[in-house]
């Protein structure tokens, strides 16, 4: 099945929203750091970044229900498919409940010395901290649901508003009430809060009137959920294990906060380049059954997806070899505006952009197999090839182990070893995408002379 070149378009049209959707929400959600920067103090920053850190570490069974949703809601064309999948939503939303009931009961017994473990003897930013899991772990469905839908103009609207009310909120609480993190935190719950209304209110009601009937098993449905969780975590687990292993291993916290910065970088490169895979996942999906649809899909996410990582890690690279020239005073450089900001930096300011610029575009480069890997990933499981997560989860094991047991000499090598493996991680997913086309030519090339397939036979 060929695309026409009005699904083309619109496959880049929804591809582009998403992704100023999702710039527009992360350069929000910077804003929110700059604001927390200018009025909190050293330590209700350390502990705002901390609960942050608490809510995000949510995120991972989050990608696999997310995902989970737009593949079931990809799929649901008839009445009944549309019910079973609400019906799943209704029973999904329900246990999560329970379960951040029951995270709410140890943290009743446990507050005062969590409190105390965490340096502070405030209580109210840890229950501020998990009234925001909640719609945290309830978004992924609704967002689950919008994507399949390929209602990505909403989707693209609750990602913005994560952000931009999340800002709002902190500006009003910390720049006009002096709440403190407080309001830092009570700013996550407003922006998590209002994008799952917004969700909710966009995605479309199961039809009424359905006469046959709908059974939802958690065992068929768990079992769905668990190789997407682990898979899509694979790639996850590349984003934020490394600085766990820096801040661990590198006794020097000024260079910590260097390569954390860096790494804003790479990171950012992923995080742009994600919604094509969002966009490619509930079309795939549907054009399952047809090779041809399924792998032009396939075909322009990897194109669009390749030229924006290295596009991007070319544009960082440029800058920071700009940056180091004007660090080391490079006659070309030498305007008078520039050359008194440089003069007018201390040794602490100068060291710390030159280690951000040294390690900037070893991060976009490292990172740019792993945007790759993403696209490839996201096909594989909207395909239901779930016979290859255990081969992506390997190769995130041997990363985790080898970061691990291994002694890096310098941030660069933590870097490098991130490249390495972001590398195999696509090659991996590669060999496993080209397997599964061969699994798939075999079970429906023609069985005999006149055409008749082995299904059809």
């Known amino acids: 099945m060929k ?30 750091q700059v604001v927390a920067i200018r009025w909190l103090n050293d330590e209700d920053y350390g502990l705002m970044g901390t609960l942050f850190q608490a809510l995000n570490l949510s995120m991972i069974p989050a990608l696999g229900l997310q995902t989970v949703f737009a593949q079931q809601a990809a799929a649901a064309q008839s009445g009944p498919q549309r019910t079973l999948l609400h019906i799943t939503a209704r029973n999904v939303l329900t246990a999560t409940a329970i379960l951040w009931s029951m995270a709410a009961l140890i943290l009743l017994l446990t507050q005062k010395d969590l409190a105390a473990h965490l340096k502070s003897d405030r209580l109210l930013p840890l229950w501020l901290t ?241 945007c790759i890997a993403n696209v490839l990933i996201n096909h594989l499981m909207a395909v239901r090839a779930y016979q290859y997560f255990w081969m992506l989860v390997s190769v995130a094991v041997a990363y985790g182990l080898t970061l691990a047991v291994a002694t890096p000499a310098s941030p660069v090598a933590v870097i490098q070893m991130i490249g390495l493996f972001s590398l195999l991680l696509a090659g991996v997913s590669a060999m496993a995408v080209v397997r599964n086309n061969r699994v798939s030519q075999t079970s429906v090339a023609p069985a005999n002379g006149n055409g008749a397939s082995r299904e059809q036979k």
Request: glycine letters at 12%.
């Open 3 to 32: 695309q026409s070149p009005s699904e083309n378009a619109a496959f880049f049209r929804a591809s582009g929203w998403l992704v100023t959707a999702t710039t527009l929400g992360g350069g929000f959600m910077f804003l929110v």
């Open 130 to 370: 998990l009234a925001a899991a909640l719609p945290q772990l309830w978004l992924p469905v609704w967002m689950g649901i919008l994507q399949g839908q390929q209602k990505f103009f909403w989707l693209g609207n609750a990602l913005v508003f994560n952000g931009f009310g999340r800002f709002l909120a902190v500006c009003v609480f910390l720049g006009a009430m002096r709440s403190g993190v407080e309001g830092a935190v009570g700013a996550a719950l407003i922006g998590f809060s209002g994008s799952l209304v917004l969700c909710w209110i966009k995605a479309d009601n199961p039809e009424r009137g359905v006469s046959e009937p709908v059974d939802f098993r958690w065992g068929g449905w768990l079992k769905q959920l668990l190789p997407l969780m682990l898979g899509l975590g694979s790639s996850t687990f590349f984003l934020g294990y490394d600085m766990i292993v820096v801040r661990v291993h590198f006794a020097d916290e000024a260079l910590t906060g260097h390569y954390a910065m860096a790494g804003l970088f790479g990171r950012g490169l992923v995080i742009f380049t994600i919604p094509i895979a969002q966009v490619m996942f509930p079309k795939v999906v549907r054009l399952a059954g047809t090779r041809q649809g399924s792998g032009r899909v396939l075909l322009h996410s990897l194109a669009a997806t390749a030229a924006l990582a290295v596009f991007g890690s070319l544009a960082v690279t440029g800058l920071c070899l700009l940056a180091s020239a004007w660090l080391d005073g490079q006659p070309a450089l030498n305007i008078a505006g520039l050359t008194a900001i440089r003069d007018s930096l201390g040794e602490a300011a100068g060291e710390k952009i030159r280690n951000v610029v040294t390690m900037g575009p070893w991060f976009m480069w490292s990172m740019t197999p792993l």
